[in-house]
């Protein structure tokens, strides 16, 4: 079976506070975008795994192969699989490429091995891989809270265009949360955000949109808050980073501005697509 593993974006993140337990808490908004990955999963006489990039690792360093391995212990099954992944979505970008990866392979072995597994039963596993995977079970747009299982999809009534843009240059998620200060974060309105979707008031959404980690992000790499000045210069109505960087989203109510733009970021930097918010 060969289907698509769609990226995501986050039109708000607020990082609410550090836990006890080192994890931190959250609320934003998060929503399934057009560009994806491609994955193939077939039977196979033993295992393997191919990708388009040579530093994809094959072990259980992979999130897919992991996946795979933990299924197979709890439900028993001797089958093997080749496995094939075009990798598209950037790395270290903040757009979730590795977790949606991970979600279809959930949703591949259980249609293809006819696991019967539930879509909670999906969402349980999915939190025991990573933060982002159970949102991708969902696939559709969302209000995220917690460490990111508490997902509420909502209705986006609100038209606009994107443009992402990244540098050369990732983010580690886990520098990224380590290196935040409390003393002095942004915390956005989430809740404003989902309101402008929701509601078609532009003005609302563009007005709250905030991410807590553009602090420790852009001090990691400061390209990203030249990318977000020069989106505001060439005409774009906000601009705002993904996830844990480096990817900046540009946005704009004007289709031209983008068509105008693309070009121009795709010659400076590593990255620049257009998007468009999907349902998976």
């Not at 539930?118 to 982002?132: I, N, P, Q, Y």
Request: charged content about 25%.
């Amino acid at each position: 079976m060969k289907v698509n593993c769609y990226a995501k974006v986050n039109l708000g993140l607020d990082v609410v506070r550090r836990m006890e337990n080192g994890y931190h808490e959250l609320n934003m908004i998060m929503v399934p975008i057009s560009i994806y990955d491609t994955l193939e999963i077939s039977f196979a006489v033993e295992d393997s795994f191919r990708s388009n990039l040579s530093y994809i690792p094959t072990d259980e360093k992979n999130i897919i192969v992991k996946v795979v391995n933990t299924l197979r212990n709890i439900y028993g099954f001797e089958d093997h699989f080749d496995i094939r992944l075009t990798k598209n979505v950037p790395t270290q970008a903040g757009l979730g490429g590795g977790s949606s990866d991970a979600a279809t392979t959930i949703k591949l072995l259980n249609a293809m091995l006819d696991l019967k597994m539930s879509e909670e039963e999906m969402l349980a596993f999915a939190k025991t891989v990573g933060a982002d995977v159970p949102f991708f079970i969902k696939g559709k747009p969302a209000y995220v809270a917690g460490i990111g299982e508490e997902i509420t999809p909502f209705k986006i009534n609100c038209p606009f265009h994107m443009l992402l843009v990244k540098p050369y240059k990732g983010v580690s998620t886990k520098r990224a949360f380590e290196e935040l200060d409390f003393t002095t974060l942004e915390h956005p309105d989430i809740q404003s955000i989902q309101k402008g979707l929701m509601e078609n008031d532009y003005s609302l959404f563009t007005d709250s949109l905030g991410n807590s980690l553009e602090q420790s992000a852009q001090k990691i790499v400061p390209e990203i808050a030249r990318i977000k000045k020069n989106m505001l210069e060439n005409g774009f109505d906000a601009a705002i980073m993904s996830g844990s960087g480096s990817t900046v989203i540009g946005i704009s109510r004007e289709k031209a501005v983008i068509e105008r733009t693309a070009p121009y970021y795709l010659r400076r930097y590593h990255f620049a697509k257009k998007a468009q918010i999907i349902e998976i």
